[in-house]
Nanobody, 125 residues
């Protein structure tokens, strides 16, 4: 059974950092592009970052460029999202998702067929 589990969320002060992890089980991560998405209360889900199956191509939403870094370790079947200089507007539930394509842009969320349960990130003083 294909499964994605996010971890690493929590409460952090503005300007702080967090590292989210997305652990895969039940399938070979190497063949899947992975995306991170977030949804804040009362707002639509938005794409945050994505990475190709090989890790050679990445993309970021304009709102997080220069602050977030996505990476993957296929041997550990884990994808990471390093978040720094966090702002209150980054507060949301963060989800990782897998696409059967080698790369899927953030705008093509329908390509992402498998989703984790999400992890809460709260940025507040």
């Amino acid at each position: 059974q294909l499964r994605l589990v996010e971890s690493g969320g929590g409460l952090v002060q503005p300007g702080g950092s967090l590292r989210l992890s997305c652990a895969a089980s039940g399938f070979t991560l190497d063949y899947y592009a992975i995306g991170w998405f977030r949804q804040a209360p009362g707002k639509e889900r938005e794409g945050v970052s994505c990475i190709s199956s090989s890790g050679g191509r990445t993309n970021y939403a304009d709102s997080v460029k220069g602050r977030f870094t996505i990476s993957r370790d296929n041997a550990k079947k884990t994808v990471y999202l390093e978040m720094s200089s966090l702002k209150p507007e980054d507060t949301a539930i963060y989800y990782c998702a897998a696409s059967g394509y080698s790369y899927s842009d953030l705008r093509n969320s329908n390509d992402y067929n498998y989703w984790g349960q999400g992890t809460q990130v709260t940025v507040s003083s």
